[in-house]
């Protein structure tokens, strides 16, 4: 049996560490963005049919057409198609996640093969499994959503292994180079780093630069050329424009500051960061938010330390570079694939994300397994527990990611000076509040820490407009409707546009008994807003009624079956209002309409008592 063992190639071995390291998340939830990306999206929960809109539609066009400037039709691709097969479970994507991220590993490993000049094995394998264990990996195979950062670097380990597996390169070659490149820049627009590190990896392998590998350089850059114009085709062709809150001081602390040398010095320090968490992965946080992440001064002591390490580890590369090494171009390598990511260049739509850092982490263990060692068999027990220390991590953060309720109450511990984090945190607490299975106690705790944490999140930004409007639902909730209106009152003296602010405020002064001034509210934001305004009409409606005012009642009534006519509650309640108006006829004919959409006891007895009432 050991013998057996011992014979099974160590790829496999490395494939099979990573299916059972990641096993456990097959069980868990959707969380984070996996709502926006495929709960909410329309395109994606339209399954096969929706297929055509991926594909000329920007990534998150499906959810109310917000364009976020980006173009990831692979991955969406195959959440369509999970969704098609297994409508609405997590399970299809999670498994996807972690058999492909099994691949990648042994991808990396048999990589990893090729580039490390060792004949120690052992060596060889810690390496690989050093890619494996890295705790960094956990939010993209954790999270549905991250597969398009595991299809890129999929499509882009392929391309590698493709180019470096031969000497010499055949014209069929070159077709598939493309076509995988082109697949990784269609799974998520940072692989673009790809056209420069493939060919900087392949020459130094070869220790030469060949004509092979300049009219490779080319193709890649005519690929690159012709994704960058469909992809500005297609963001440019939405109905929207790349929404402007994407590239703010609420997502990204560069842009909370105008000074230059400040933008920089932030985008430096966020990028040691990322170099910082390869080498000590803790701890792990969702969201680096600008409030976990302030701006760093030009002249400040994190800016110089971080402006040094990143050029020392420059002018390092650039010297083994010219020697034609592998860890030199390794390094180079690295700073290529952050780039993109790093806010140095230019800003992104999120401040720092481990996510982000996946790719990097190839070239960076590449790196690590180019380094000679004086004595492997007195390193291997310090080796062996720094992997252990990464699974041991690694096990220890996949609970996190079940659902978001987990990951936030979580996250928000380790990084308390982050208002998305106790934004995202009470906003998954309201939600379990909802859930009516709980027993009623377990919820008024829930609804009672959301309040809490909707009221942090505003002491550390106080402009959040979405976290005055939840907390005042919260207050609602909580049958607080003083408090509630006071919320909304201040938020709408600041913002008297944000129109879902009266919606709500009109709801809760309901609930309150006030029905002349939630008539008012309501009304004013069916008149104005774009979402949601055959529910306005409706309560304006029941508002009107609650007034005796039923010629009211009629008009807001019929203006909410006029955009939803499957609204059996507005034709019963347009049934009393003409009722107490003696008119009869058109009672009876509006239960009717109530009764062929939902036949209940309730309706039924209505319809009765008004058809006994006709002609009386």
Known sequence: MTNALKKIPQQYWIALIA??????????????????????????????????????????????????????????????IQEALVPDSPFPGHLTNIVLYAIICLLAFQLLQQFIPTSNQLWLFASGVLFVVHPLHTEVVANIKSLD???????????????????????????????????????KESAIGWVIVVPLLVWAKRQQWTNELTFLSVVFFAVGLGWYALHQYIIKSMPNPVDADLFSAMTNSTMK??????????????????????????????????????????????????????????????????????????????????????????????????????????????AVGQLKLPDWHKLRIPAMVILGIGAVVTLFRIPDWKDKLTLFEA?????????????????????????????????????????????????????????????????????NYEKSVEIYNALLTDKPNYWKGYYNRGVTLFSWGRYAEARKDLRLYAQNAQENRGAAWYWAGVCSGHLTDFEGAINDLNQSLAINPNRWDAYNFLGMAYGNLNQWPKAVESFEKAYQLNSSPEIQRNLEQARGMVGK
């Open 19 to 80: 299916l059972l390291l990641y096993l456990p998340s097959v069980t868990h939830s959707f969380v984070y963005d996996d709502e926006i990306a495929i709960q909410k999206h329309e395109h994606v929960q339209n399954g096969w049919a929706g297929l055509p809109k991926i594909w000329t539609t920007n990534f998150l066009n499906g959810a109310y057409e917000f364009n976020d400037g980006l173009y990831r039709p692979i991955p969406m691709s195959i959440w369509a």
């Open 149 to 187: 950062e595991l299809c890129s670097l999929f499509f882009a380990l392929l391309l590698l292994k493709l180019v470096t597996n031969k000497t010499t390169l055949q014209p069929v070659d070159y077709v598939f180079s493309a076509l995988l490149l082109l697949g990784a820049l269609l799974s």
């Open 257 to 366: 500051t105008d000074n230059w040398l400040d933008k920089k010095a932030t985008g430096i320090w966020i990028t040691t960061l990322y170099l910082l968490k390869m080498v000590f992965p803790y701890p792990l946080i969702s969201d680096y938010s600008p409030d976990g992440i302030p701006v760093i001064a030009a002249t400040s002591i994190k800016a110089f330390l971080g402006t040094a390490v990143l050029t020392v580890l420059v002018v390092i590369g650039v010297r083994l570079s010219w020697k034609k090494t592998v860890l030199g171009v390794a390094i180079l390598s690295w700073f290529v694939l952050i780039a993109p990511v790093s806010n140095i260049f230019m800003p992104i739509g999120v401040n720092l994300a481990e996510r982000l850092a996946f790719a990097p982490t190839f070239v960076f263990v590449l």
């Open 411 to 479: 996250d928000v511990q380790k990084l308390p000076e982050s208002y998305k984090l106790h934004y995202n945190y009470a906003t998954a607490l309201n939600d379990r509040f909802d859930d009516e299975t709980l027993p009623q106690g377990e919820r008024n705790r829930a609804l009672n820490k959301a309040i809490e944490h909707f009221n942090e999140a505003l002491r550390i930004r106080p402009e959040h407009a979405d976290t005055y409007n939840n907390l005042g639902n919260a207050y609602r909730r909580a049958e």
